[in-house]
């Protein structure tokens, strides 16, 4: 007969920290050991930026949320490599007019890795 107990199956470990935080522009949700690409950052690569305007910060203790920045935290970031994104393809038509206009974008961005979330000085995650 075949054994039916079920394979219990462990997740590695890995880090339930994140913070929301603004950057070009936009709200980013960002996890330690993870690359993100942003839009184009003035910075060169290798260099290491920090990110302050940091909106929500969950770790194991519990969630803060700012008031609009939560006080005290910042994400440090590592500038991977310059990079641009897909092509987009914009084609415009005016039906019966015989107007066209194709057009193309690819926008410029920055791969980052997030090598922190500190808060209060205290790395977490």
């Known amino acids: 007969m075949a054994d039916t107990t079920p394979a219990v199956t462990t997740a590695p470990e890995t880090s339930d920290a994140y913070a929301i935080v603004e950057a070009?522009?936009?709200?980013?949700?960002?996890?330690?050991n993870r690359y993100y690409d942003l839009d184009r950052l003035q910075a060169d690569v290798?260099?290491?930026?920090?990110?302050d305007?940091?909106?929500?910060?969950?770790d194991s203790k519990g969630t803060t949320i700012g008031q609009p920045y939560v006080k005290d935290?910042?994400?440090?970031?590592?500038?991977m490599a310059?990079?641009?994104?897909?092509?987009?393809?914009?084609?415009?038509m005016r039906p019966k007019k015989k107007t066209?206009?194709?057009?193309?974008?690819?926008?410029?961005?920055?791969r980052v890795m997030v090598q922190s979330i500190s808060v209060g000085g205290k790395a977490i995650g």
Not at 100 to 110: A, I, M, V
Request: proline share 2%; aromatic share 4%.
């Open 46 to 51: 290798d260099q290491t930026l920090k990110l």
């Open 24 to 32: 070009s522009g936009t709200q980013i949700w960002l996890q330690t």
């Open 73 to 79: 935290a910042s994400v440090e970031l590592k500038v």
């Open 100 to 110: 066209r206009r194709k057009n193309g974008h690819r926008q410029e961005l920055t």
């Open 82 to 92: 310059h990079r641009r994104g897909p092509k987009v393809i914009v084609y415009k």
């Open 53 to 58: 305007n940091v909106l929500l910060v969950k």
